[in-house]
């Protein structure tokens, strides 16, 4: 295990502050328009999303650049994103519904773009309670099919954008894009881990070539 | 045109105390934009003559108030001209502010068509020359959940609608945009089947709520407001005011209209403002009300039945499934 802060996560860390702080300072500043709990509202749902899929972007840039120390990073883009989907959520309630929060309940029922998407931050929640060092020991195995929660995650942001979208939606297609490569490199690497077990314990007829590489590094 | 004594415009007597400071505030808002030659001021006048032009060039002064105006806080004219749907010019809130500037609405001309005894294509001066400004500050709902309040300057549709003899058949009436893709450069973009296209069945056009606005704040309406003509009808959600009319058709079918076609189970013909008839994507029960007064924390207000106009304009829907016909 690396130590806590390291440069490099430290640098990250602080980069993922970036967002907030400027979005504090344009709060401050009064510099978010006519209507600034939309913005505010739109800024923190897209970094939510943005960091989601950074998060899921970490093991296959691991795997097509061989460089393995991005794997400390995962955990801290995972709360990240978590973090801003809380902020994205609160200001929906305390900003934007205000008075009338009530409505949350209604808009939850009644509104799929809604539904999806605080179904989507539901599903964050256990995953960020469960991200501790202890968690993850005490866990084991479940751990791991627990935190497969997150492909599921990423489906539903996407969704919550693209459902909330009028009619222009190129924007939630490129989130779409990206989150549907991240997903088939690893529908891929499965069904070729699984196609490679298969065929890899006989012996292979042409004798004695050694076994091809196959799945991931641990 | 449109110059008049500002003397008899100054209702102290009826209005209130804040409503009268705020539109003294905006009427000499206006004289000073029309003293420093502000560009699409004068109608006639080009680019050139217009920089040098004196105070006493046209300018668009509120000459009668309407007891229709809320005295509710307005909207900044800077939220209100930087907060667009304005498709034609992007899909985004900034889009139009940012592309509608270099946008001609001059000259202008309208088609007046369909089943009328007396059709015909109008520029824009003679168009509104024979009626009187009235300034009618009003709620605007967008279907979106906000909403703003706008001092529009403009005259009633109906006058307009009754110079051309609508016959017996003319049961709506439709409108729609200019249709111009090097203007409008959010047309090349099939978001909506362009020409934007709206329509009115004719007793909602005919009542005096429905406003053809052409200024705004005093002023000739900013590009991005529509320029250089506007449908305001207050009681229905914002898409169903049309902006940019380039022709009026009066038809005995209803005719079809933009965001309708587009998703027919999301925005009826209909689009009143309706609190107890919820959009799938947004409740309609209240609104965030962007307006001077209106904080971080309390913007969101509850939305009325036709945004507050029901006693204009309730009767015109007795007996009809709102919720049915939304």
Partial sequence: MPKPFNAFRLAVFLLCLCPVAWLAWDVYQNTLGPDPVQQITHRTG???????????????????????????????????AFFYATLHLSTYLVLDLGGFWSQIF???????????????????????????????????????????????????????????VKLDLREPLVYAGILFVLLALRVYWHWRQAAGSVTRPPATREGNSPPRQHGPTP | MLIKNPESVLPSEITDE?????????????????????????????????????????????????????SEAMTSFHDATHYNNYYEFGTGKDDPVANAQDFKARPWQVQIDGECEAPGTLDLDSLIQPHAMEERIYRLRCVEGWSMVIPWVGFGLGDLL?????????RYVAFQTLRDVKQMPGQRYRVLDWPYREGLRIDEAMNPLSLLAVGMYGRWLPNQNGAPLRLVVPWKYGFKSIKAI????????????????SAPSEYGFYSNVNPD???????????????????????????LPFNGYGEQVASLYTGMDLAKNF
């Fill in chain 2, 18 to 70: 804040r409503t009268f400071h705020e539109r003294r505030r905006l009427m000499r808002a206006a004289l000073i934009a029309a003293g420093a030659g502000l560009a699409g001021c004068s109608s006639e006048t080009g680019a050139e003559t217009n920089a040098a032009a004196p105070p006493k060039a046209r300018e668009l002064v509120t000459l009668k108030t309407s007891p229709f105006s809320t």
């Fill in chain 2, 277 to 303: 008839v919820s959009h799938p994507r947004w409740s309609q029960a209240t609104e965030r009300r962007i307006a001077s007064g209106a904080s971080l924390f309390n913007s969101r207000i509850k939305t």
């Fill in chain 1, 46 to 80: 897209n970094w939510a999303l943005r960091l989601l899929l950074l998060t899921l972007a970490v093991t296959p840039v691991r795997r097509f650049t061989g460089w393995t120390r991005l794997v400390q990073l995962r955990r801290m883009l995972g709360l990240y």
């Fill in chain 1, 106 to 164: 209604a808009d939850i029922a009644k509104r799929p773009f809604i539904t999806v998407g605080f179904l989507a931050w539901l599903l964050m929640l256990p995953l960020a309670l469960t991200s501790t060092r202890g968690m993850i020991r005490r866990l084991g195995k479940r751990w791991q099919a627990l935190h497969r929660l997150v492909y599921l995650c990423g489906i539903l942001g996407v969704l919550h954008f693209l459902w909330l």
């Fill in chain 2, 246 to 261: 380039v022709r009026i058709s009066f038809s005995e079918r209803q005719p079809a209209t933009s965001w309708n076609q």
């Fill in chain 2, 162 to 170: 009754k110079r051309f003899k609508p016959t017996s058949k003319a």
